[in-house]
């Protein structure tokens, strides 16, 4: 029963992009394509004699069968140790918690995040180091150099391992653990927050929520928390069952794709709370009665509230957003005195900042939020967080919200998406407006004059890695800012986002609608890059 070494031929399109491989299902079934990229992992990470790996999926198409290729893979390249989450199953935030607590080498997971599932839409794998965070770009692009020469691959010959049992199994010299994918996550989200407060609230019977799990990895996750341990009553998780396809639908939490979660909070007898999460669990989407929280402030809102919650009691160390994402939260941490990073987009560029204790909580405008607790971005501790913070508070959430833009003014902040148009004018606009750029600073532009324009570049406070063209800003002199970037999880066409933001501080104007605050800023990103022209799109596809 040797390891059987197959010969293969390299495939050039498996560069990582901000999340890890992603590609259309058909494409994962493509003879050899899976097996290179794990096999150009292994390669990177050499050697795997003795070293633990963890393993899972958010469940979708391809799941099961590429967890299969993927234990063979892992046993001919000799790892003592694997741990599997049961059905195959591991959210993204829960596979980073099992790689820290476990002490494992790291983890490969397999998910499309908020892409939909089903045989002819999307799959994806990523591979996160030992902190349990995502592979950062220095391994992500050993990883891609390595699948552009990569010649075999190893594979153990046995038969399909049994998935659905919690179990020890042997395989050659390697012990396969088949775990549950759920306790060691519920048990660190039950040491962090105040659960006996929380407990008091969701079952005190004037307060109604709903979590919206989408169909999608964290339904058991929200059903033991939510309904078992905090006592929620039965069905406030919907959706909860993780099917292949999501049931047919866009796992992604926003006011777009989570239709139904938004109907009960904004409907006739609306609820008090309701919060959905995405594909593989990362994502969160927070909601009061008829009140929708923007994940900018919501990033915000937990840093200015962090000392209410057990877990954060003695203070943080510093915060990060993403670029894009607003500043809402640099204003609170310029309030509390600490520092305030702003990175390039993808969890990955968080790590370094984490593992250094340089900051304790950080997020991203597209539903992200995060802590320390682990080297995500977590969808169902953002909504842990927020359940605490109003058993603390025991306001409303639209009265959390505005009572916070009352202290620190408000950053209106929306994105448009332009989805799968055509790669090639995409990329000519981008390039179009990064040869403006010199020339920007000073003009007028529909009526905005241009304080400066910059392509974002980023230096790793911790190792100095540089990392260059992370998206054009443009910063007006009356506060507003655009930023323009291309999507890097897209499997189709190329995706514009333009993201628009500015500050009010005007009392009066707290409670505008977000697109009318913004509708000059829309009018100047129009007319400093021409988007319709490009894209030939009359508006965009989603708005968040
Ligand atoms: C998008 C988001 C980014 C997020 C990434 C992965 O990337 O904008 O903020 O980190 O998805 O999230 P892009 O390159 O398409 O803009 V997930 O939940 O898809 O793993
Ligand atoms: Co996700």
């Excluded at 003592?80 to 829960?94: C, F, R």
């Excluded at 983890?107 to 592979?135: R, T, V, W």
């Excluded at 199994?169 to 962090?192: G, H, K, N």
């Excluded at 937990?302 to 809402?328: C, E, F, Q, W």
Aim: glycine residues 10%; negative net charge.
């Amino acid at each position: 029963n040797q390891p059987k070494k197959y010969k293969t031929r390299a495939f050039i399109d498996q560069k990582p992009g901000t999340s890890g491989l992603r590609k259309k299902v058909t494409q994962f079934q493509q003879v050899g394509y899976l097996e290179n990229f794990v096999q150009a992992v292994f390669n990177t990470i050499s050697p795997c004699q003795g070293k633990k790996l963890v393993l899972g999926g958010d469940g979708r198409y391809f799941n099961r069968e590429a967890i299969q290729v993927i234990i063979r893979m892992a046993v001919a390249n000799g790892f003592s140790h694997i741990l599997v989450g049961q059905g195959g199953i591991l959210s993204t935030p829960a596979a980073s918690c099992v790689i820290r607590k476990n002490q494992a080498c790291g983890g490969i997971i397999l998910s499309a995040s908020h892409n939909p599932g089903g045989p002819d839409e999307d799959f994806g794998i990523k591979f996160n180091a030992e902190n349990g965070g995502p592979a950062p770009e220095k391994l992500t692009d050993a990883i891609f150099e390595e699948t552009l020469s990569i010649e075999n691959y190893l594979k153990f010959d046995s038969a399909d391992i049994e998935l659905d049992q919690l179990a020890t199994i042997q395989l050659d010299q390697c012990q396969i653990d088949i775990i549950d994918p759920v306790s060691d996550y519920a048990d660190l989200m039950e040491s962090m927050f105040d659960f006996d407060a929380m407990k008091a609230l969701v079952s005190s019977g004037d307060f109604r929520l709903c979590f919206d799990a989408m169909h999608a990895v964290n339904g058991p996750y929200a059903k033991e928390i939510i309904e078992n341990r905090l006592g929620a009553p039965k069905g406030t998780v919907i959706n909860s069952i993780p099917l292949t396809d999501f049931g047919g639908g866009h796992p992604d939490p926003n006011l777009v794709h989570a239709h139904e979660l938004v109907d009960l909070l904004y409907g006739d007898d609306p609820l008090d709370f309701g919060a959905a999460s995405d594909g593989d669990g990362d994502r969160n989407m927070v909601l009061g009665k008829n009140f929708f929280i923007n994940p900018c402030d919501s990033l915000a809102l937990l840093t200015a509230n962090a000392h209410l919650i057990p877990a954060y009691a003695d203070g943080i160390a510093g915060v990060a957003r993403s670029m894009p994402t607003s500043r809402a939260v640099d204003r609170v941490a310029k309030a509390m005195n600490i520092p305030c990073y702003e990175t390039p987009t993808g969890w990955k560029f968080f790590g370094n900042l984490l593992d250094a204790g340089k900051i304790t909580l950080c997020g991203e405008e597209s539903f992200g939020t995060g802590s320390s607790h682990v080297r995500e971005k977590d969808g169902l501790w953002a909504v842990l967080f927020w359940l605490n913070l109003i058993a603390v508070k025991k306001q409303p959430v639209s009265e959390i919200v505005m009572n916070h833009w009352a202290q620190y003014g408000r950053d209106y902040f929306t994105r448009h998406d332009y989805e799968a148009v055509d790669s090639a004018a995409a990329k000519d606009m981008i390039s179009q407006l990064k040869a403006k750029i010199p020339t920007l600073a000073g003009q007028v532009i529909a009526g905005a004059t241009i304080e400066s324009a910059d392509d974002f570049e980023y230096i790793d406070p911790v190792d100095n890695s540089k990392t260059t063209a992370q998206g054009v800003r443009i910063y007006l002199t009356n506060g507003g800012r655009i930023v323009f970037r291309l999507s890097g999880t897209g499997t189709q066409g190329a995706t514009l986002r333009v993201y628009l933001d500015t500050y009010q501080q005007n009392p009066e104007l707290l409670a505008q609608e977000t697109q009318q605050a913004l509708s000059e800023l829309i009018t100047v990103a129009e007319a400093v890059a021409g988007i319709k022209s490009f894209t030939g799109r009359e508006k965009p596809d989603v708005i968040t």
